[in-house]
């Protein structure tokens, strides 16, 4: 399991030109699912990310949490994190979950983040979406 954290002032995520999640202060949040994965690996993942103190108090020292700064987050599917670009020039995607069980953790993720995180938006698993973001920072951390 990979989660791509982006510190954002703002994100959102479009569908056939439609906004379908968008955020203010928070998390945007790519997620790939790969072969082995579990709902063991996604709760320590989700917790570890909920845990992380990477906003700001009031002396400019990262000490606070989400819940901490009431951060909302936009939480995206993403395959291509298990891109291996190793071997020529197009990359192979093997490391990735099938797509049933991908979108089962996937969704799984976020009805768990949803009894954490008061806003909770999301992309759509499997479509071809654009995403547009504010990183705040820049701060961006890999959970894998």
């Not at 020529?88 to 089962?104: D, H, I, Q, S």
């Amino acid at each position: 399991m990979k989660f791509l954290i982006q510190r954002v002032t703002e994100a959102s995520v479009d569908i056939d030109g439609k906004t379908v999640g968008k955020i203010g202060k928070g998390y945007m949040v790519l997620i790939g699912v790969g072969e082995g994965d579990t709902r063991e690996i996604a709760d320590r993942f989700i917790r570890k990310m909920l845990a992380l103190r990477i906003f700001a108090d009031e002396n400019g020292k990262t000490n606070l949490s989400i819940k901490d700064v009431d951060g909302s987050l936009l939480l995206v599917s993403q395959f291509t994190l298990y891109a291996d670009c190793h071997k020529g020039n197009r990359p192979t995607f093997n490391g990735a979950g099938n797509p049933v069980l991908a979108n089962e953790l996937y969704e799984y993720i976020v009805a768990e983040c949803k009894k954490e995180i008061p806003v909770v938006e999301t992309g759509r698993f499997g479509a071809d979406m654009k995403v547009s973001l504010v990183n705040d920072g820049p701060f961006t951390i890999m959970l894998d």
